[in-house]
């Protein structure tokens, strides 16, 4: 049993290591954002002192950031480690990189809209479950969340894994394929 555990961890190391360090990632933009909104709030805030708008947006673009930064770091260094590397191809990584985040980021926000309507179609009631002796209200909103996140991982999973960190080997063969 153990013998197969090993094995089968050994075979899905890269996934493995891309949902480590997608909690790391999370973990280090959601920080970004409370630093922001922390700190922001002594310059922008409103008549209660809390965050401005404006304060959310500059919260919500450092936690994207810090977040494509983290997460292209950790997946050229430490996931795809058979990436190809130079200074140019590095940067044109980044430049791939950010762009399938922007994409992604928006199909998370259709995703997470057309739940929400799915939910609201079909007059979901939120009930109410106990967590840790508090009660929450399992939401149209939380669902679209979980979702919408679950399906945005994978897509930032294989774009990274087949377009952004390719080998230069792998490409070569598809282009043999293709001329011959």
């Not at 430490?78 to 590397?85: G, I, K, S, T, Y």
């Not at 002796?133 to 087949?162: C, D, P, Q």
Request: glycine letters at 6%; aromatic letters at 12%.
């Amino acid at each position: 049993m153990a013998e197969k555990i090993k094995v089968l961890i050994l075979r899905k190391k890269q996934l493995i290591l891309y949902l480590l360090f997608g909690g790391i990632t999370t973990v280090c933009s959601l920080a970004a954002c409370y630093l922001t909104l922390r700190l922001g709030v002594f310059i922008w805030h409103d008549e209660q002192g809390e965050p401005t708008a404006f304060l959310d947006i500059l919260g919500s673009t450092a936690q994207w950031v810090v977040g494509v930064l983290v997460a292209f770091v950790t997946n050229k260094k430490w996931v795809f480690v058979d990436a190809e590397r130079g200074f140019r191809v590095t940067m044109r990584q980044l430049g791939v990189f950010s762009g399938s985040r922007v994409a992604t980021y928006f199909m998370e926000v259709v995703i997470n809209l057309g739940v929400i309507a799915l939910f609201d179609a079909l007059n979901y009631r939120a009930p109410m479950i106990p967590v840790l002796g508090w009660r929450f209200e399992l939401t149209a909103r939380i669902w679209a969340k979980v979702i919408s996140s679950i399906v945005v991982v994978i897509a930032n999973y294989f774009i990274s894994k087949l377009v952004v960190f390719r080998r230069k080997q792998a490409v070569a063969e598809g282009e043999r394929e293709i001329h011959h």
